[in-house]
């Protein structure tokens, strides 16, 4: 489905990715990105960097972050020179035409929105005002999104559940200006959520989640990995106890990283009581440390020569911006009538 399609992945600068964003959600949108631009398709990937500064305002954390964010994707490997990798605050298009956006985004889509209405949500659930620490970056945070995904005329939006209703306003918001000016002046987007990638549980069995505190973390050296997958909840039966593996979290994780064979191994040790809890932490461990080495290595080269990833951002802004241009020309030529 996504044969020579426009595919267009974002990710906001916050928080730490850990093993289960990996999995679950960067390396499936890098695989993706080369589906598409295998069979004569596009990739954009950028670093919502704008997006972040609603919650984030620490300029320290925020480059930080975005640090990680690019060195990660980079790692897990993503091709700067095939899909184009960017930053969204090095392409000042995209805030122009979010103002344009503005004049068609009806302020009940905005007051439906997720991400602003949660922050409304826990304001009443703590007894505050319901505008309480809600900025109009947050308030408008869709709009903004529907400028990055309209800009690029992009066909697919791959996106976890949490933002199939922001992918879903950005059409709306394209439709209507499409239908005022009698043209497909903006694509469409669709959003793609893959319902097969891992979901793999935290340490605690809850979704692994940083604010949870339940992480294995990413590229760590392998004693703090260690140390998080031997924190993974068991019990105290016996190793000689026949066990059904389902009902293990350490076998639910591995399920997310094991070949078939390695998993039915576990699985048979087990069931036949041939293997302790220790035992299959250790092969858990060793599945994690073989998955990420590789990448881990240049996660750190990348983290310590960043020059080369701001040039690469560079570059990708270089290539990103035509498109964005042609994009605002032809909304601003007919939103003006400059034609
Ligand atoms: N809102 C997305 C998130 O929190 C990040 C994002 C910003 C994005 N603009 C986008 C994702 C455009 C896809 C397309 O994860």
Redesign the pocket.
Known sequence: MFEGKTI?????PTGTPHLGNYLGAIRPAIQLGKQALATGGKHFMFI?DY?AINAEKDPVVLREKLREIACIYLAGGLDPTKSVFYR?SDIPEIPEITTILYAYTPKGLMNKSHAYKAQVDKNRESGKPDDDGINMGLYT?PT??AA??LAYDTDI?P??KD?VQ??EIARDIAGAINAHYHRELLKQPEYYVDEHVAVVPGVDGRKMSKSYGNVIPLFEDDKTIKKAIFSIKTDSRPMEEPKNPDEILVYEIYKAIATPQQLQEMGDGLRQGKLGYGHIKNMLLDAVINEIKDAREKYNYYMAHFNEVEDMLAQGAEKARPYAKKTLERLKNAVFGNE
């Not at 267009?8 to 906001?12: C, D, F, H, S």
């Open positions: 267009l992945t974002g990710v906001k919502a997006h969204q945070y903004l999104m990055d995904i939006v996106v976890g933002q922001h992918v």
